[in-house]
Structure formats: structure tokens, C-alpha cells
């Protein structure tokens, strides 16, 4: 198995002869269309999605227990309301 040094000089040699290459002409041009149309999307970076995720799962459990809190107020009321008939 190639280690990462090898992997990183093949990348950094291939980086080279494209740069001088009209490749690099239209890489360079692709980044600059792909960076337009990525400020035009509504995008949101891996760490606001985290966050927000966090936030989702804490409020999935709080959720979650107020629904057994309310499920054991509906079972004390039957059964208070059949006491009281």
C-alpha cells in the first residue's frame, strides 16, 4: 500500500503539469463557475448542520418526554373522572 508522502508527490506533480497545462485553464475556470453557483445556492456549512442536528435530537427528547408526561396526566384524569362517576 502507498503511504500518504508517495500519494501527496504523485498529487502535487500531477497539480504541476496540469497548471501548465490548458487543463489548468479550464480547472481554474470550472472553480470560479462552481464558486458562482454555490454562492447563489442556499447552502449551509457542515457545522451549522451539526448544530442544528444537536438542537433537532434534544428537542426530539424533550418531545419525547413531555409525550409521557402528558400520556400519565390523560391516565390520571380517566381515571379521577371514573372515581368521580
Known sequence: MLN???LDEINAK???VLAASPAGDVE???RA???????R???VTRE????????????????????VQVAAMEKQFRTESVKQQ
Open 28 to 30: 481554474k475556470n470550472l
Open 41 to 43: 445556492l442556499d447552502l
Open 48 to 67: 451549522e448542520f451539526e448544530v442544528q442536528q444537536a438542537v433537532l435530537v434534544r428537542t426530539r427528547e424533550k418531545l419525547d418526554r413531555l409525550e
Open 4 to 6: 500518504h508522502k508517495v
Open 14 to 16: 500531477i497539480s504541476q
Open 33 to 39: 463557475s462552481l464558486q458562482g453557483l454555490f454562492s
